[in-house]
């Protein structure tokens, strides 16, 4: 009853880090009837004296060689992987019984990708026997596109979690992964295609539950028609997400230099004579439309449906700039008379109030 209990809650569950997985009871795996139904193969003379036990931890290790055409406004990137998997089986193990049993890493496990035209991909080879942790590495590599949802909410501020994903072949009560606590994942320290501006901050790990369309029966090997219990397998999948952020001010500068300009150009308006109406009205057309048209070059840089920070930041220096205009009226306005609009310096301190004001605030909830 407690095994039930345990998988229906798998079912419901969307992920656990690797902090949180669930705690693991091991069993024989000659005395469960589901796997030897499904894995029973020829008997050979060599013999084991150990028996393995389920479910089998699989260490997973990711080295990130490069990484290309990773750009804003596109969804796909191209990256190229080591990939690593420390078992402790070797790829045919035999029971006590005498069977042998696949534990191949192909078997076990797939790494997830899409067949492309850039796709390379290497089988899992045997890479050496680590007697201090008792594990076998197997090592592939792969050079392919991979696709990326962007969130870019925080736009130019925002970090990206690229995924890289393993799925095991078989329900969560045979094998399981997790992340190599001897070898860690990292990446290159040079990458040479990676675009400018952008910097990998840490590789997080994290163990996802997913529930697979098979149904198998899970208790004694007995169908649902004969009074048994069965339920769909409950895969486990190992996610890297590498974050991924911009680094220096450059791009602070290229996007809304533009923009602090055009409002600059607004508040030196302030400065012009009433007198010099037509003078103080040009610049201020000049302003809106370098305003503007910086908010259409930062749109241009991205595809998001979403507003940005860029946006509302954009956003409020448009918005500013037509009210310092709408001040600009309000002065030339002989009908009204008021001593705060009508003096150039208090509302000039009041603009510049108000765009210091909401940057402060879209810097708190950013």
């Not at 469960?32 to 193969?41: A, L, M, N």
Request: aromatic share 16%; with cysteine.
């Amino acid at each position: 009853m407690k095994k039930i209990i345990f998988f229906l809650f798998l079912l419901v569950s969307c992920s656990k880090t690797e902090e949180l997985n669930i705690p693991l009871k091991f069993k024989d795996i000659n005395a469960h009837s589901y796997w030897g139904k499904i894995h029973t193969e020829s008997i050979t003379k060599i013999g084991y004296p150990d028996t393995i036990q389920i479910p089998i931890l699989l260490d997973l290790s990711i080295f990130i060689d490069d990484i290309s055409e990773l750009e804003t406004n596109k969804p796909e990137f191209i990256s190229s992987l080591k990939l690593k998997v420390w078992n402790r089986y070797e790829d045919l193990e035999v029971l006590k019984n005498n069977d042998t049993i696949d534990l191949t890493i192909s078997n076990l496990i797939n790494f997830d990708f899409r067949n492309t035209e850039n796709l390379y991909y290497t089988d899992w080879a045997w890479d050496g026997y680590y007697q201090d942790i008792d594990r076998y590495r197997y090592v592939s590599e792969i050079e392919n596109k991979f696709y990326h949802k962007w969130d870019l909410r925080k736009y130019p501020f925002d970090k990206q979690k690229i995924r890289f994903t393993f799925t095991s072949n078989y329900d969560t009560s045979y094998v399981r992964l997790v992340n190599s606590n001897k070898f860690k994942s990292y990446a290159n320290s040079y990458l040479p295609n990676l675009k400018d501006g952008f910097t990998i901050d840490t590789i997080i790990f994290n163990e996802e539950f997913v529930k697979s369309d098979i149904i198998e029966p899970f208790d004694t090997g007995i169908y649902d028609y004969q009074g048994g219990v069965e339920r769909n397998e409950v895969r486990s999948r190992g996610v890297y997400e590498v974050v991924v952020s911009r680094e220096g001010s450059w791009i602070f500068i290229k996007l809304f230099l533009g923009s602090f300009l055009s409002l600059v150009l607004s508040w030196f308006v302030f400065l012009i004579p009433t007198r010099e109406f037509d003078a103080k009205a040009q610049l201020s057309v000049g302003a809106i439309f370098g305003v503007v048209g910086n908010k259409y070059f930062v749109d241009s840089a991205i595809a998001s449906q979403v507003l940005t920070t860029a946006d509302l930041i954009n956003n409020v220096s448009i918005t500013l700039v037509i009210l310092n205009v709408l001040i600009m009226i309000l002065q030339k306005n002989k009908m009204l008379v008021n001593k705060h609009i009508d003096s150039p310096i208090e509302t000039m301190k009041f603009s510049i109030f108000l765009f210091l004001f909401s940057m402060f605030i879209i810097y708190i909830f950013n």
